[in-house]
Each structure stands twice: as C-alpha cells, then as structure tokens.
C-alpha cells in the first residue's frame, strides 16, 4: 500500500514493478520510471500508437490493449509493440476504382485468410476485423469500409495475423474507395465552393470586415440563429 | 454492468437519483443564453484566463511587455538546449525545397499542397516529433466547420467567427478561413474522407457553441482521425519524404536574415541532424502539455509548445498567448482519463449540462469561454459540483437525452468513440451521464501571420495551431479543424512558390548567441531550457536518482 | 420455405450469375434462400493448411452463423443451402469431422473461444441439386413454363459434388441426379465419359496447360456424345470449362468453342424468368446465340 492505494505487481519487458493498482498501463510504466519516447501519442484512446500486448499469470491467453486505456492487473506480463513493420502498397486514388478484385489485387495476402478470427481478438477497438478482411475479399468494399472506420491503425491485429495479412492497410483503401467513388461528394459542397470562387460572397464579407466594433458587435448580438433546419 | 449498476461511486447515487428523476421534464428544455454584459461578468470572475497572478509579463524579446501565462514566458524566458557553438553547420543531412516541422492536419495539407504546387516529393521533407499524423489534428472528434448548407454562407459564418473571439481577430484571415471553408471539405471529399451524410447525400451537418447554423460536419465522432488518415495515406502514397521521431529544436537562419531550415534532434538516438531548407513551415500545434495552472489536458503527448519559443528567438513575432482556450467538457471520471476531450457534439446533440441537484445551469451552446466559466462557477462559486474521489469538481453532462431525442442507437452511431472510452472503464454513457470539469484544450495565440501564412520572418511559414489571430480570444468549436486545412494548404503552396525562386546565404545559428545576450541582458537568470520536447511523468523516486551514463 | 443459404466468396463476384439464376429460380419453386448477414469464406483453400484445427474454423463459424439464423427465427430449419460444390464440400466434411471427432470438436471451441455460441453441430449441409430432389422432380417440373425442347445438355459433375462417399450428394460412379433435372426441365440428356472427371481445379492458377489438356478431354467427350452445351455446378469448373476455352483452342486450333453453363442459369431460363435472372452476359463462351437459333431465347 502507498497512500492508502493497493499496488499490485507487473512485469514490464521482464522486469518487476510494484505499481499504484489504478493507475493504466501507461501511466503504471511512468510511475516505474520509464520516459516514452516512442509508445504514447494522444494518451486518450485516438492514435494507436500505445499497442500493448501482455498476459496475465496463470493464463496463457495473449491479449492486445491500447496501453493508456487499459488498467493495470495483478500479474501482469507486458510488452509494447509501438511499431508494425509493413509495407503499405501505393496508390493513385485519382486513378483505382471499387471493383470485385481490387482490394485483392492491392493485397494479395488477403485471400490467405484462415478465418480463425485472431485479428478481432486482438482488436482494442471491438472491430470485427476478420469479418472486413473478408469482405475486402469478396470485393464488398463498402461493408469493409463501414466496419472498419474506428480503426486506429494501431497494429495489433498485424501482428498475431497468422496468414500474415495486414488487415489495416487493406481497410485504409477500402474506406478512401467508398467514400471517394461509392458515397460520393455532397453536391450543395460543390456548388458553395463554386460561389465562393465565383466572388458572391466576398462584397458581404467586406462589409463587416470594414465595420467598426460597436455596430459589428450589435450585428453579432442580434444575429438570426437558426440551428434547427 | 448490470441494469440497475451504477458505474459510479455509491455516494454519487443521490445526486444521480435527482438526475434521473429530473430528465422527463428537461428533455428539450431551453435555457436563455447570456446577453453581452452576463458573459463579461462570468469570464472576468471565473475565467482561468482572468487569473491575473497566473500569468506575468514577458520580458525578453520585441514581444516584450505581453502578458502569458507562467508556464509558456517559462519556456520563453529560457536557454536554448543546444549551443551555435556545439553545432557543425557544414554537414548538411537534409537538403529540400520545403522543410515541415509537424505532421498534423496542416503539415500533411501543407505537404500535399507543395507538391501539387510542383515541388518534388523527395525536396519536401515532413518532421515529425512522434510518429506521422500523431497531433492533437488526430484527437479532433466533434466536426469541422464550413459554410456550405443552402441556409448558412461564409458571411454569416463570418459573423459568428469574429463575435466569438470578442473582435480582436485579423478580419482578413477570418475573411479567407470562412471562404475557403467549402472549398476544403470539397478537397476532402476528393481525396475520400468519409464524412456522415443524410439519405439524400447531403452533409449531416450539427450546430456548435457559438455557431448561429447547422455548420458542423463530422465523421462520427472521430472526425480529426479519419480525415488524419486519409492525409497521411495521401502523404505516403505520393512518397513525399518524412522522418518520424525526430524534433526540429532550433531555426537556422543565414546571412540575409532568412530562416534557413532547422536543426533536428533524433529522439531515438539522440543526436542531431541538419535539415537546410529554402523555405520552412512551422506546423508543431499547441501547447497543453505545458499544463496551464496545473490543469489536465486534451492535448497530445507532444504539445509542449516547442513552436512558439524556436519562432520567437528566430525573432516572430507572437499574439494572444494571454488567452488560452479551456475545453468546457473534459472528463472529470473515472481518474484514469481525467482532462480527456468528451466532444461538444454531446451537447449539440442534446446533453446538458447539470448539478449536483440536477438542475440546468446553463445555455449548453454558449461560446467554450462562457461555458466553461460556467461551469466554474457552478463547482466553485456556487459549491454545486460534485466531489470525484480524489477531490476534483464537475458537473454531471447527462447524456442519456441523446438517444431519448434522436432515437435509441444514436449514441453507438455517433459517438462511437465516447461510448466505448467511458465502457472500457465501467460506465455506460447510455444510461448513465459523465461526469465532466472544464480542461486545457487550445492555444488560441500564438505565431503571427498573413493570408499567405507568411510570418515577419523571411522563409518561414506557419499554419495550424501554432498560429494566433485567427481565433481571436476565444475559438469556436470545429474552427480549428477548418483553419489546419486552410492554412496548411496555403502554406505549402506559398512555401513551394518562393522555394522555386529563393536563394539561401550561409547557414548560420548566430541568433541564439543573440538571444542569450538578450536573456542577460534583461536579467533573466534561470536554469530552465526550452523546447522541452515532452512533458515528465515519471515517478519521483526516478527522477531523483537520474543518472546520464551512457 | 425458408431455408439458410451459404452464398462463398465467388458466388458474389465472378460467379454472381450462379447466384441470380439460383435465387430467382428457387423463388418460382417457393423456396426463399436467407443469407446469414455475417459469413466467412468457407476456408476450401485452406484445406492446404497442415495444422488441422485451424482448416476447420473458417466452415464450423459459418455452420454457427446457420444456428443463429434459426435462433432468430429466420428460418425454418437448420438446413444450410450452398450452390458451390467446392463451398458444399468443405462445409459438409468440416461438420462431420467436428460431430465424429470430440477431440477436435474440443479443440475448435477452445480456439474459438470469443464467438457468442458454441456450435451443436446439428446443422444439415445441403447442395441445391439435393433440395431439388428432395422437393420432388415433378415439382421442379410444374415449374418449367418453356421446356428446353431439342436442347442437348451433358451433365457435368466434376470432382466435389459425388467424392468422398459419404459426403457426395449421389453415387460416384453412376450418378444421375443433375440428368433428372435436365429431363426435368424438358430438355435432353447427354451421357458422356468424362462427366465425373476432374476439369483440373486450382491447377488453373500455375500449370493452365494442364488445366487445358484437362479440360479439352471433358468438353470434346461432350461434343462428340452430341452435346449442345454443358451445365456444371463449381465455379472453379465453370472457370476451366468455359473462359479457358481461349488457352484449350492455343493447344488445340481444331477445337470448337461450346457453351459452358450453371445448371440454375437453364432453369431460370426453363421456369421463363426474365428481368436478368437467366444471367447469361457473365458467361464465355457466349451461350445466347446457341440458345436463340434454338428458339429457347428472343
């Protein structure tokens, strides 16, 4: 105990640490003393960059967590894996079509798919990981898109992919696909942007931009708010 | 959890019973706005910015006399961490057309744009303190705001831009941000942002504080991370050169005065490297990491505001860093994410803000200055916050109403993000509301600039958060977003179009000699060293007994 | 009749006109084929995966799927539907391996440790051709609104559909149940040597000159017997029968091209559905003109 807070012991890389039992995986690792250089990010749950794989004693699962997420358990055996070697395929998106073989065509290595489902285990986001490197292989981009769009690239599922796929890089076309050829623009987004260049708008802009503070601050506060249309 | 669990402490139960039993008469309640003088009030008294021993005058530099916080004049009022002296200029490492420093929202456009402008990918050249797209860009959740809805115009957006940071805005950067607006999400579109749309595939667009139209577009609730994304995929794909865990720590300016490139400090090897540049751009974010009056952040790890101090001994000049923007809803619960961002889209989409008796306190939708003032007032001025286990204030944001006004299931669509944060740790936003207490968000100062995103400084550039007077005092929520792109890209093509006709002097580090007379000269005696490139968070006892042997 | 159906990867993409004409011609027979909205390719590669736990995930997840089809009340069984031989195959010989062996059984709920049911094993693998036979060829005929008249069609089976025994939906070596459809459907039956012999499977990715010789020997056997065109019931041995036929005429320049089609795509065309169900743009060789100087097709 430290200030009446229960501590438990985790192993980080091998090494024994007692540490405070509330504290995440991230800060567990600063409190025994370790400076992240590489292994932390946004600290919130948005970058990915905290990939942790660790098992418990006893048990012989491994499991994946994004570090600053994830409290500490008794027990704990840890490792960072801050970075997934692979190679990401380029491409023109001017020029690459949805259709049925594209995302094989890109990702060959997809069609090793096993569907054993290590990749959603792995997942810290709850995605169904293996079920979009499946549509991806049917060529159902826009299901891949759909499930895969809280994907934090964070390389979990990279790395325990026995087929070794790498089912974030697939999903990054996958997603681009939809959203550029499949959804497709917003036409009223066009077409202001066509005004805009057009000059509608720059003499109205003038306008206040000339105005002195006090009618400009009349102007603001009597301005018509309209959000519910 | 099961129905009737709680994901709260039991002492909470009381005031979560009045919220409960509170809710059928406030779904859909308004709540009158504040008029001018109210606001005035409420920030004055309230406002952490209105602190005034939490600040002090600057005293060093052509900025001098400026007042800032503590923490960001610490880090200006400070040695360089590397001596002209110690630093061989003559081994060139990196030799580019256009050298960016950040690979957030506005470096990545800036890239792109530069090679759209003609620039070669491998002469620009993207340093990244931690990994590309790792920015607070990337955190970004509720939406970016354009004027593009047949019932809004940039006039209008205009308006509620330069009433929200209280005129002192640059008109004539307001003026391109709102018009260049449409143009941007046309971009993002292009490159295959997937932003939320209505059946008709029209943009699902949401109201923000401060906003007078539905303005806000949004990707779910991770809209910072897909559209980070999609550039970073832009990036690699065009093979634009990049380098990842290495910080640009100093400008190098040469013989006419022109900023020349910077020196670079490999973070994992620790050592440096010279990257020469014929233009630069400064795009290295905000500051929150400088924790300002010990508050939490939303920030990344990396935002130390290691841009304001390496642009201000170069000589840039700085505006409005007296005014810091505090997030009203950050988490207060449970403590492992404390300071967390929990977006306003909550509120947009019909959460309110509540006390301990459950009441309405506040217009959800005021302005983040005003908001967050109120919700100060409410925990300390009028004592009706609650307690969190370790002491801390907050209100409850009962968001719950989401689902209970826009049907059930809007929650796990839209704020997938949220939900499934707040879940890992106990509590089900569903069913139950955060617990919520304002935090250090944006720096709503900084570098100064012109439509071009020149700074005063010939060769350098500046676009992102990093940069002041966009914003006025006070930025409205989803402005930010739009200013990354809006800027970036204008950087990166101002940038490409004088490195095409630019040549550069000899490479020289004299201004830091410069700037230690300076701090000499002023008096200025002190230990400190900037930019401190990450914040400490290791345990006392490891820090106490530091050893440097290898 | 609502009856799970397991559609596999290339029925939705190369072969999607195996699945139109399947699904349109089973609506005319009262039959509504309900996709599970979560499925997996049924792993038929991975048959090549020594590690003999992990070839069986990829199916038993799908046979899951079909259980929880029924627990929900969208079907009336737990029969499961499939139109590729090789998808038939693979699921039909995964689900007996998990109901014969408890060891392995053991082991493939131990891996699958995350999905919300374990699986019963009491689900019901079945190819189209047998729901066909079960609902009766008299059925099948009262269907049939333009009789295939004249049409000479050679019953392919190839490899997957009769072999091993045990799992084959009919007698190895003298099948008869895609005849009973021809006669069924009004048009006459082929009889030929090589019906149930191999058209060279995956061999087609690396070695297509053996795939051709292959191949040719089925077609020409076809051709020789009289046959017009022949139907088949594997999109692999639609793909080395039918588009192939460009690499058998480089081996073999006296070759003629005949029509290659799924025996769903004649029965769309027999039970007279219009509206693309027939599906006939995906095939090569081009069986239209064939079809029409046969006045069975405007």
Known sequence: MENNVEMVTIHVMGKKHGV?????????????GHQFRRGSGCRGGYCGACATLYRVKGSYKLEGALACQKIVEEGMYIAQIPFNPAEKITYDIEKVRPAVNTMVEHYPELSRCLSCNTCTKACPQDIMVMDYVQASLRGDITQAAKLSFDCLTCGLCAVRCPAEIVPYNAATLARRLYAKYIDGPSKHVIDRAAAVEAGEYDEGIKELMEMDKEPLQKLYENRDVNIHG | MADNESGYPAYMAESLKKVVETRAERVGKS????????????????HPDWKMDEKRELRVGHNKGAQMPHEVVDIIEAHSIIKAENIDLSNIDYDVDVLIIGAGGAGLSAAILAMDSGIEPDKILIVQKLRLGDANSKMSQGGIQAADHPNDSPTIHYLDVIGGGHYSNKPELVEVMVKDGPEVIKWHEELGVLYDKMEDGSMQL????????????????????????????????????????TSAVEFIKDDKGQVAGAVLYDMDHDDYKIARAKATILATGGFGRLHIQKFETTNHYGSTGDGIIMA??????????????????????PEQIVGQLCTEKLRARGAQPLNIDGELFVYPLETRDVEASALIRECYGKDKGITTPVGMKGVWLDTPLIDIINGEGTIEREFAAMHRNYTKFGIDIRKEPMLVFPTLHYQNGGVEINVRCETNIPGLYAAGEIVGGIHGKNRLMGNSQLDLYVFGKRAGIAAAERAKTIELGELSLKHL?????????EGIETDRKSPILLPEYRGKKTLDHQLKLL | MRIAYYPGCTLKTNAKNFEDSAIASAKELGIEMVEPDRWNCCGTVHALVKDDVMHHLAPV????????????????SKQVVTLCAMCYNTLKRSNQTFNEDADKKQKIHDVMYKEDIKYSGNVEVLHYLEVLREIGWDKVKEAVKKPLDGLKIAPYYGCLLLRPRGIGIDNADNPTIIEDLIEALGGEVVDFAYKQKCCGAYHTVHMKEAVADLSHNV????????????????????????????????????????PVVYFTQLMALAFGLNDGATAFEANKPDPTPLLTERGLME
Do not use: W
């Not at chain 3, 997840?61 to 009336?76: G, H, P, S």
């Not at chain 3, 005429?249 to 006296?254: T, V």
């Open chain 2, 31 to 46: 709540f009158t706005p504040m008029n001018a003088q109210q606001k005035t009030d409420i920030l004055k008294n309230f």
């Open chain 3, 61 to 76: 997840r799908n046979l899951i799927r079909v259980e929880e089809l029924k627990e929900a009340d969208k079907v009336d």
């Open chain 1, 20 to 32: 405070p039992n509330d504290l995440t995986i991230m800060k567990a690792m600063e409190y025994a």
């Open chain 2, 206 to 245: 949401a109201p923000g504080g401060g906003t007078s139209r539905r303005r806000m577009h949004s990707c779910k609730d991770y809209t910072g991370m897909e559209i980070t994304r999609v550039l970073m995929d832009e990036v690699i794909n065009r093979e634009i050169s990049y380098v990842e865990l």
């Open chain 2, 312 to 333: 201000y001994r170069a000589g840039a000049d700085l505006l409005h860093l007296d005014s810091t923007q505090f997030h009203p809803t950050g988490s207060a619960y």
């Open chain 3, 219 to 258: 077609l020409k056997y076809a051709q020789d017997a009289g046959a017009d065109l022949l139907i088949t019931a594997c999109p692999l041995c639609e793909y080395n029968l039918g588009p192939r036929q460009t690499q058998i005429k480089k081996q073999y320049p006296i070759f003629d091209s005949i």
């Open chain 2, 513 to 521: 000699d410069d700037y230690e007379e300076l701090l000499k000269k």
